[in-house]
């Protein structure tokens, strides 16, 4: 049972324009969301968080929106650089301290 | 700060052999993880630790076990290795809980079980 989705195991985006990953959740009761950054043999590291009382947060390049009422959120990254490519994990909790992560998507930005 | 350190890099195991993945972070947080990554999977929790002595269970703790006797460290035990357990290993650690700060990661320990 996979709380946590993301549907598009990659994605190819060109040097300066948009990129969007997006993650779906199916558990109502999460309420803090997150997404990490994760390059070949490195461990994950964290980028940018929302909690459920917020539909969006910004830090610099990198935007979250969250839609509760669809269960989604997505990742915007504006202008995408080479140096973005790296695989993205959405990650979700509840009322406790446990993350639960998403599958990841493979983001290539290509020039 | 060398933040949160991993060893071994890369370990092959017999089935049936036992082992220890050391984890260690130097930021004086409170809580410790340890999860493990399969291909093309996320990662999932194996345990956790919120303060020295304190250790509780994630999401699939079958065939691991853990000891937290120091702030510092939190050691993951494979006792009797089997081939589903191959896998990445990531242990990370943080100062609070989920909404008080976010986790920091180890480079991982890469394990084969043949």
């Known amino acids: 049972d996979q709380q946590v989705k993301q549907n598009s195991p990659s994605l190819s985006v060109q040097e300066g324009r948009i990129s969007i990953l997006n993650c779906d959740y199916t558990n109502s009761m999460f309420d803090y969301f997150l997404w990490y950054k994760k390059y070949p043999a490195e461990g994950p590291t964290f980028l940018i968080s929302?909690?459920?009382?917020?539909d969006k947060n910004e830090d610099g390049r990198f935007t979250v929106f969250l839609n509760k009422s669809a269960k989604h959120l997505s990742l915007h990254i504006v202008p995408s650089q080479p140096g973005d490519s790296a695989v993205y994990f959405c990650?979700?909790?509840?009322?406790?301290?446990?993350?639960?992560f998403g599958t990841g998507t493979r983001l290539q930005v290509f020039p | 700060n060398a933040g949160v350190t991993q060893t071994p890099k890369f370990r092959i195991l017999k089935i049936g052999q036992s082992m220890t993945l050391q984890c260690t972070q130097d930021m004086n947080h409170n809580y410790m993880y340890w999860y493990r990554q399969d291909p093309g999977m996320g990662l999932k929790l194996i345990y956790y630790s919120v303060g020295a002595g304190i250790t509780d269970k994630g999401e699939v703790p079958n065939g691991y076990n853990v000891s937290r006797s120091t702030t510092e460290d939190f050691p993951l035990r494979l006792e009797l290795a089997a081939p589903s357990q191959t896998s990445v290993y990531f242990c990370a650690s943080s100062y609070g809980g989920r909404l008080t700060d976010t986790q920091y990661f180890g480079p991982g320990t890469r394990l084969t079980v043949l």
């Open positions: 990650a979700a909790s509840g009322s406790t301290d446990k993350l639960i």
């Open positions: 929302i909690s459920s009382i917020k």
